[in-house]
């Protein structure tokens, strides 16, 4: 069937008691082209824990992925928060880090980093969903070109009113409907 016609409602999923959801996302305007990150970490209510978003300068939308992932999960590490499933929608960078390797020389230097912060968790996994269901890490990709430098979010008050309705929409489990 062809994928146009094959519609699904997608849905943030909650998680098991616990656990912390980080999801990531990068944009470019120009592949490579002016960049940014953009990710945030939920708990297993749905809520609010923390975001962080932010220009890369010039370089791919890949590497702008890994960044906002790679800055996610260090704060992960800094807060303790040891439980985590981490969700984006480049099937490109999540095979790459699964696999332990990417083609990618610049995606190689950021990816050991990545996986140390893993294996230092006692428990995370690697889930893709589609780009409908990461609407707010899709935000803040698009959002951070316009700011100065990375910027932090940790009070849902900080979130701009765009974020708090995508928020409420996930946590409600909202469907989106996009390419299944």
Known sequence: ?????NRANIVW??????????NFDGASQGNPG????????????????????GPLGINTNNMAKMTGLLARLEWCVDHG??????????????NGISK????????????????????SLNKFTFKHIYR????MT?????SGIDCDGPTQLTEKEELPDGLVEILAADKIRFPKTGIG
């Open 1 to 5: 069937m062809d994928k146009k016609h």
């Open 13 to 22: 999923t909650p998680l098991t008691s616990g656990n912390f959801k980080i």
């Open 34 to 53: 002016k960049s940014r990150y953009g990710a945030i970490i939920r708990n297993e209510f749905g809520n609010f824990v923390g975001a962080n978003y």
């Open 81 to 94: 928060i040891q439980d985590v499933e981490v969700e984006g929608d480049s099937q490109i960078i999540l």
């Open 100 to 119: 332990q390797n990417f083609e990618n020389w610049k995606l190689e230097v950021i990816r050991p980093k990545i996986q140390r912060i893993c294996e």
């Open 132 to 135: 409908e269901g990461n609407s």
């Open 138 to 142: 899709d935000w803040l990709a698009n």
